[in-house]
Structures are given as structure tokens and as C-alpha cells.
């Protein structure tokens, strides 16, 4: 059993930077994508980014795509975060999953989540 944790939300204003992680313990992330996902006040969780267990690609959400940068390695992942925007607040959620379906309901395992919050 893998157990996800995710640090480094925060508050910060628009046009800043987060860097988040989020560390694997029980075992590795084996052969797993592991995912960004994020959830606003009132909203569904939405994809952000996926990192692929095997071959080193990443995909984006369009509306990171430029701003944000996932990069992992075994048993830790981390997401870049740079010009931040108010609409980029939400609850941040590591995950282990299927590489190319960013339906979340399809991942299995799921961190505590991370709030981050951009102000204008």
C-alpha cells in the first residue's frame, strides 16, 4: 500500500511561485503515473499534470501548459508553479494512476491535498 503526501501549498499573490511535492512512502511510485489534480470551492476536481511511470513524458492541462512543470523521480514528485493566478487557487491533489486517462475518478490512490491560494 502506498501512501501519498503533499506539502508546500501557500498563499501567495498573483504572478508568484509554488513549488509543491509530493512524497511516496509504503512503497515507491512503481510503474504509476503520477498526477496533479486540483479542486476549487463548488467545483469538481480538474486534472493539472501527469508525469508517466515508464519514458519520462508529461502532459498539461491547457490551462497550465507554459506555467507549470512536473518533475518526479521513484518516490517523490514535484509541481512548479510559476505566474500564478487567482483562478489557479484550489486544493492540490497528488495521485497515482493510469498514464492517459485524467479521468479522476480512475485513480486509485490519493494524498491529503495542499491548499494553495493566489490573490490579486
Known amino acids: 500500500q502506498v501512501h501519498l503526501k503533499e506539502s508546500g501549498g501557500g498563499s501567495v499573490q498573483a504572478g508568484d511561485s509554488l513549488r509543491l511535492s509530493c512524497a511516496a512512502s509504503?512503497?515507491?511510485?512503481?510503474?504509476?503515473?503520477v498526477g496533479w489534480f486540483r479542486q476549487a470551492p463548488g467545483k469538481e476536481r480538474e486534472f493539472v499534470a501527469a508525469?508517466?511511470?515508464?519514458?519520462?513524458f508529461t502532459y498539461y492541462s491547457d490551462s497550465v501548459k507554459g506555467r507549470f512543470t512536473f518533475s518526479r523521480d521513484n518516490a517523490k514528485a514535484y509541481l512548479q508553479m510559476n505566474s500564478l493566478k487567482p483562478e489557479d487557487t484550489a486544493v492540490y491533489y497528488c495521485?497515482?494512476?493510469?498514464?492517459?486517462?485524467?479521468?479522476?475518478?480512475?485513480?486509485?490512490?490519493w494524498g491529503q491535498g495542499t491548499q494553495v491560494t493566489v490573490s490579486s
Open positions: 495521485a497515482l494512476g493510469p498514464w492517459g486517462d485524467y479521468d479522476s475518478r480512475n485513480w486509485g490512490y
Open positions: 508525469f508517466s511511470g515508464r519514458g519520462g
Open positions: 509504503g512503497r515507491t511510485f512503481g510503474s504509476y503515473a
